[in-house]
């Protein structure tokens, strides 16, 4: 197990921030070499909102992702090994292969659910939310979702019942697309925390690719919401990475080069503009180097130290036998 | 008669019916999905895409706006992509466009077809592999058709736009690079008439959507070793066409149903309860039904093959039901 980074710990969130990246490029080369694995939904180009976020949580605090939830689950320590396995439907999968790409589940990382209904996780961490009320936990309910989720019906439901019986929830909104629009969302409301704000929950809206600005919006949130003032609605702006719908596995910004943090003149490309400007692990390592939190040579080694663990992770999910057919009646009734 | 995919021919009953009809309208994106046919929709698109409403992720409120238009007077043609999402519109499907003509009193008419791809699709896992089409045919006024040739893809689904009722077509993904003979005249297939695909003398296999060509190629196989089966394709569920069924059974004295979808209260189940209603005296065996297991779907691709009815445990079941 990885630890989650320490709260407030930059360096930690930017180790973080890399493992998430690295992951998901590693599942596309995993997704090239085994066509039947599917189509991918990656989180790359939400770290900094993912790490950040993860970074104010603590192990108790209940999580409910999507299909966009690889990020979240590595983030939360879960073992990359057996995520890669479960996303090539091997045996050693966290879910014994039977969830897939779409569905990673770890309870012992603090994950309820991962639905690639869309809306599906959101009802369900309401319901968190009220069971560790009713539990008087101190623990919190974190569902993670797209800005297009909010087009289902559902979220208004679910956001009224979190503000009605001022619940522990946080609704963390990753928006991939400009307020509302194609491709992922199409709604009327002119800014997406028009709708939480209608509820009476409080809405607090951060730049997504700047792990900081996210850090410093999560910080709030969660201390309101441990502090039981009630559910808070976090929205990060992200710009959608190129990649992010893809049906085959390609690497449309290329592979991450996180020289190019400081060696600015060499970014180039159909999609160079997303990498300069849009590209928030770029953005985090440039701002660490710059501010001397940490030395180029040191991003560097952690990635070297993310790459290894990464290749060991694959091996170990390449050797894991697919599930024996005859279990395939397991694990229907608990 | 020319050759045509089925992805053509389901596009070309559209475009007939918007060339027909000014008001008729449609809601959904990808109506062929995102395949290697979905470019098949060209014709449509180029023609009648001030037609097609872009709708958001609100299957529910959208399967309610379709239903709501159709009340008022627009034939509609409403498509959700994966049935899977249809669950999130069961309440409008059910309790609104199947109930609105009697609980009216026959004042109200719902001219509206719903389109859907079912099925297992090699890696939908437990919430994009949904077969819903027993839980739908269990709750009436609705109809639904599972054609599975082009030429009865465009003719029902002609025929189904044409008539004033609300119509489920529960698609599968598969079959849209399917090729075959479509008449070049207009024409429609009437819903509730079965098709004998394969005729055979020794045993019927009762199967639907693409399950029918997993039975095609087992009764290929089976004959190669003797067995000569008879292949009937319902094409429709409701109304069903309990005749041709029954004849069949009748003829051959054996029944083995296939569908995609679970075995608890399934098309097969609806199938065998005919053959013990109305053929019992003519069965010489046993009925089989073969469907998939109660489990969720898998997404690990043995756990997945394992579950999927395909030809291998057609073949099996029938041997079973001469043991
Ligand atoms: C109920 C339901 N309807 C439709 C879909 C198909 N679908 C999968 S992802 C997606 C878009 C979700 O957008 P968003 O929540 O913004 O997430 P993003 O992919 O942009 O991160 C849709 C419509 C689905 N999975 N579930
Ligand atoms: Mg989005």
Same mark, same amino acid.
């Given at each position: 197990?990885?630890?989650?980074?320490?709260?407030?710990?930059?360096?930690?969130?930017?180790?973080?921030?890399?493992?998430?990246?690295?992951?998901?490029?590693?599942?596309?080369?995993?997704?090239?070499?085994?066509?039947?694995?599917?189509?991918?939904?990656?989180?790359?180009?939400?770290?900094?909102?993912?790490?950040?976020?993860?970074?104010?949580?603590?192990?108790?605090?209940?999580?409910?992702?999507?299909?966009?939830?690889?990020?979240?689950?590595?983030?939360?320590?879960?073992?990359?090994?057996?995520?890669?396995?479960?996303?090539?439907?091997?045996?050693?999968?966290?879910?014994?292969?039977?969830?897939?790409?779409?569905?990673?589940?770890?309870?012992?990382?603090?994950?309820?659910?991962?639905?690639?209904?869309?809306?599906?996780?959101?009802?369900?961490?309401?319901?968190?939310?009220?069971?560790?009320?009713?539990?008087?936990?101190?623990?919190? @309910?974190?569902?993670?979702?797209?800005?297009?989720?909010?087009?289902?019906?559902?979220?208004?439901?679910?956001?009224?019942?979190?503000?009605?019986?001022?619940?522990?929830?946080?609704?963390?909104?990753?928006?991939?697309?400009?307020?509302?629009?194609?491709?992922?969302?199409?709604?009327?409301?002119?800014?997406?925390?028009?709708?939480?704000?209608?509820?009476?929950?409080?809405?607090?809206?951060?730049?997504?690719?700047?792990?900081?600005?996210?850090?410093?919006?999560?910080?709030?949130?969660?201390?309101?919401?441990?502090?039981?003032?009630?559910?808070?609605?976090?929205?990060?702006?992200?710009?959608?990475?190129?990649?992010?719908?893809?049906?085959?596995?390609?690497?449309?910004?290329?592979?991450?080069?996180?020289?190019?943090?400081?060696?600015?003149?060499?970014?180039?490309?159909?999609?160079?503009?997303?990498?300069?400007?849009?590209?928030?692990?770029?953005?985090?390592?440039?701002?660490?180097?710059?501010?001397? @939190?940490?030395?180029?040579?040191?991003?560097?080694?952690?990635?070297?130290?993310?790459?290894?663990?990464?290749?060991?992770?694959?091996?170990?999910?390449?050797?894991?036998?697919?599930?024996?057919?005859?279990?395939?009646?397991?694990?229907?009734?608990? | 008669?020319?050759?045509?995919?089925?992805?053509?021919?389901?596009?070309?009953?559209?475009?007939?019916?918007?060339?027909?009809?000014?008001?008729?309208?449609?809601?959904?994106?990808?109506?062929?999905?995102?395949?290697?046919?979905?470019?098949?929709?060209?014709?449509?698109?180029?023609?009648?895409?001030?037609?097609?409403?872009?709708?958001?992720?609100?299957?529910?409120?959208?399967?309610?706006?379709?239903?709501?238009?159709?009340?008022?007077?627009?034939?509609?043609?409403?498509?959700?992509?994966?049935?899977?999402?249809?669950?999130?519109?069961?309440?409008?499907?059910?309790?609104?466009?199947?109930?609105?003509?009697?609980?009216?009193?026959?004042?109200?008419?719902?001219?509206?077809?719903?389109?859907?791809?079912?099925?297992?699709?090699?890696?939908?896992?437990?919430?994009?592999?949904?077969?819903?089409?027993?839980?739908?045919?269990?709750?009436?006024?609705?109809?639904?058709?599972?054609?599975?040739?082009?030429?009865?893809?465009?003719?029902?689904?002609?025929?189904?736009?044409?008539?004033? @009722?609300?119509?489920?077509?529960?698609?599968?993904?598969?079959?849209?690079?399917?090729?075959?003979?479509?008449?070049?005249?207009?024409?429609?297939?009437?819903?509730?008439?079965?098709?004998?695909?394969?005729?055979?003398?020794?045993?019927?296999?009762?199967?639907?959507?693409?399950?029918?060509?997993?039975?095609?190629?087992?009764?290929?196989?089976?004959?190669?070793?003797?067995?000569?089966?008879?292949?009937?394709?319902?094409?429709?569920?409701?109304?069903?066409?309990?005749?041709?069924?029954?004849?069949?059974?009748?003829?051959?004295?054996?029944?083995?149903?296939?569908?995609?979808?679970?075995?608890?209260?399934?098309?097969?189940?609806?199938?065998?309860?005919?053959?013990?209603?109305?053929?019992?005296?003519?069965?010489?065996?046993?009925?089989?039904?073969?469907?998939?297991?109660?489990?969720?779907?898998?997404? @690990?691709?043995?756990?997945?093959?394992?579950?999927?009815?395909?030809?291998?445990?057609?073949?099996?079941?029938?041997?079973?039901?001469?043991?």
């Amino acid at each position: 197990m990885i630890a989650p980074p320490a709260a407030q710990d930059r360096a930690a969130i930017l180790h973080c921030m890399i493992l998430m990246r690295r992951f998901e490029e590693e599942v596309l080369r995993i997704a090239q070499d085994h066509p039947y694995v599917g189509r991918q939904h990656l989180h790359i180009g939400h770290e900094a909102t993912g790490a950040a976020v993860v970074s104010q949580l603590t192990p108790d605090d209940l999580f409910h992702t999507t299909h966009r939830n690889h990020g979240y689950v590595i983030a939360r320590g879960a073992d990359p090994g057996r995520a890669f396995a479960e996303i090539m439907g091997r045996k050693d999968g966290l879910n014994g292969g039977r969830g897939g790409p779409w569905h990673l589940c770890d309870r012992s990382a603090g994950f309820l659910s991962t639905s690639a209904m869309v809306g599906g996780s959101v009802g369900l961490a309401v319901g968190a939310g009220f069971g560790l009320k009713t539990q008087g936990s101190n623990a919190i @309910s974190i569902t993670h979702f797209g800005d297009g989720t909010l087009d289902e019906g559902i979220c208004f439901e679910a956001l009224n019942l979190a503000s009605i019986f001022s619940l522990p929830v946080l609704f963390l909104c990753e928006n991939n697309a400009k307020e509302g629009q194609r491709p992922s969302s199409m709604l009327a409301a002119k800014a997406l925390r028009d709708l939480p704000q209608a509820l009476q929950i409080r809405a607090i809206v951060v730049d997504g690719r700047d792990a900081d600005a996210v850090a410093e919006g999560a910080k709030e949130a969660v201390a309101r919401i441990r502090g039981g003032a009630g559910p808070v609605f976090l929205q990060t702006n992200l710009e959608r990475w190129p990649g992010s719908h893809q049906t085959k596995p390609e690497f449309p910004t290329g592979v991450t080069d996180l020289s190019l943090a400081w060696e600015e003149d060499r970014i180039e490309g159909k999609h160079a503009d997303w990498v300069r400007e849009h590209d928030g692990l770029r953005a985090y390592a440039k701002t660490l180097v710059d501010d001397g @939190s940490l030395s180029r040579e040191r991003v560097l080694e952690m990635d070297r130290e993310v790459l290894e663990l990464l290749a060991k992770a694959r091996e170990f999910a390449e050797a894991s036998p697919y599930p024996d057919p005859d279990s395939l009646m397991a694990d229907v009734f608990a | 008669m020319t050759k045509k995919f089925y992805a053509q021919a389901l596009i070309e009953a559209l475009t007939e019916t918007a060339e027909e009809d000014p008001g008729f309208a449609l809601i959904g994106r990808g109506i062929l999905g995102h395949g290697a046919h979905a470019h098949f929709d060209k014709p449509l698109m180029e023609r009648f895409g001030d037609r097609i409403t872009d709708p958001p992720t609100s299957e529910g409120a959208v399967a309610s706006m379709a239903i709501g238009a159709a009340m008022a007077g627009t034939r509609m043609f409403c498509h959700f992509g994966t049935a899977s999402f249809t669950l999130e519109a069961v309440n409008q499907l059910i309790h609104e466009a199947g109930v609105a003509h009697s609980m009216s009193g026959g004042q109200i008419k719902v001219p509206l077809v719903f389109h859907m791809y079912h099925g297992l699709r090699r890696g939908g896992a437990g919430q994009h592999s949904s077969s819903p089409q027993s839980m739908y045919a269990n709750n009436p006024g609705l109809q639904m058709i599972m054609p599975t040739t082009p030429r009865d893809a465009k003719g029902m689904l002609r025929a189904a736009l044409k008539c004033d @009722s609300p119509t489920l077509y529960i698609d599968h993904g598969a079959l849209l690079g399917t090729e075959g003979e479509v008449p070049d005249e207009p024409y429609e297939v009437p819903l509730g008439r079965a098709d004998i695909r394969r005729e055979g003398s020794d045993i019927t296999i009762v199967a639907t959507s693409r399950a029918v060509l997993w039975a095609v190629e087992a009764a290929e196989r089976l004959a190669a070793e003797g067995i000569d089966a008879e292949v009937v394709d319902p094409r429709s569920i409701v109304p069903l066409d309990a005749e041709a069924i029954v004849t069949s059974i009748r003829k051959t004295g054996r029944l083995v149903t296939v569908d995609e979808g679970y075995q608890m209260c399934s098309i097969g189940s609806e199938i065998a309860a005919l053959a013990a209603e109305r053929a019992m005296d003519a069965l010489k065996g046993p009925v089989a039904r073969v469907a998939r297991p109660p489990v969720p779907v898998p997404f @690990s691709p043995p756990l997945e093959e394992a579950m999927t009815p395909g030809p291998d445990r057609i073949i099996a079941a029938v041997k079973a039901t001469f043991a």
